[in-house]
């Protein structure tokens, strides 16, 4: 049903318009919303108004309306004055009770309809059945931007994205769990990723700076029909869980540059233990301090140039090759060449995922 401000805010800017008070109430007789003057009706009577078979009635000095959803009445509008302007007055109130009750029961049906396309719980004739009976077009080029922020802070962050992503823009925002925020954003066209970064961006930086909520985002690939969007929440959320396990110091990931993350991360975790014990035996690249964990990284990411990474690192050359040939003697790995180089990183992405889905497992 409508939140009691949402029906308040609309009472007192009818009531400052037309200068009569209302009142609304649920079948029941509970006070949802009424403006300062208006006295209160006779709960015995709303109740027994709303169980009668007429739309209207006088109820002591004041007409009472029903606003009803699908011949069910749903609220009573009580508008103070028995004359002929207040019945008019309390007819347009109830009208406009009545488009807010019917634009509540579409965001309602359309959220539904999100969650369940996200989870593949509809049938492909669902799909487009449903989309055209809510007026959502079928073929828009769209993505699926994944917000994952603490249990507590969600309600913040939904609100904020609303306000930023708008359904008069093609965008929507759902949930589908308690702590992440989903956006179906819609795009120019399908190769508008550049867009979709921005956007993400956007809103994590407005997140973190405005409303000071700690937020990470994944989004999938661009998919230009409704039927295809439920892939792209599954890429959203691989990207989100890939990118907190082998890209932490990043905010945004993107399905489409996790590169070899993406693989390890699908791999059996059984496997992944036979893997470590054939190339290290008892000993793990987990377990390398943070000085050697720090130094391999550099020297990766300088193709293997020792020079450069002694410069990054603030270190003589050869206090660098010492380590290099420390890390060989603990691994049996020589960093130096290309192929026990990558052996090494893939190693230690592969004991980042182990260590990920342990944390998970005791949680």
Known sequence: MISSQVIRSCLEELCSITRT?????????NV??????????????????????????????????????????????????ENDYTF???????????HLVEAYKEKL???????????DNLLPVDIHNRSRKLRIPYQVPRAIL?????????RIASELL????????????????????????????????????????TAVDMLNMEAMVKVRASYGTIVEDLGELSRSYKEACMAMDVGKIFRAEYT???????????????????????????IFGDSRPMELDNELQTTVNTFLENNLNVSETSRQLFVHR???????????????????????????????????????QDSRDRQ
Do not use: H, W
């Open 146 to 154: 994944l917000f994952e922020v603490e249990t507590e802070q969600d």
């Open 32 to 81: 949802l919303a009424a403006t300062e003057n208006m006295p209160i009706p006779d709960t015995d009577l709303i109740v027994s108004f709303a169980r009668s078979a007429v739309d209207s009635q006088i109820v002591g000095s004041s007409y009472s309306l029903k606003v009803r959803d699908d011949e069910e009445t749903v609220l009573i509008l009580t508008a103070a004055g």
């Open 318 to 356: 050869n206090t660098l090759v010492y380590r290099i040939e420390k890390l060989q003697k603990s691994t049996g790995l020589d960093i130096r060449t290309f192929e026990d180089a990558m052996t090494l990183r893939i190693a230690m992405m592969v004991s980042a995922y182990m260590r990920y």
């Open 88 to 98: 008019m007055v309390a007819r347009m109130a109830v009208s406009e009770l009545q």
């Open 162 to 201: 609303s306000g930023l992503f708008t359904v008069g823009s093609g965008d929507y925002l759902t949930e589908v769990d308690e702590n992440r925020v989903i956006l179906i954003k819609s795009l120019d066209d399908p190769d508008s990723y550049p867009q979709l970064e921005e956007s993400a961006r």
């Open 21 to 29: 008070e209302f009142c609304v109430q649920d079948p029941g007789g």
């Open 109 to 119: 049906d359309r959220n539904s309809f999100f969650q369940n396309l996200l989870l």
């Open 252 to 278: 945004v990931s993107s399905y489409n540059e996790l590169g070899i993350g993406r693989l390890i991360y699908q791999l059996p975790v059984g496997l992944c233990r036979m893997f470590l014990q054939e």
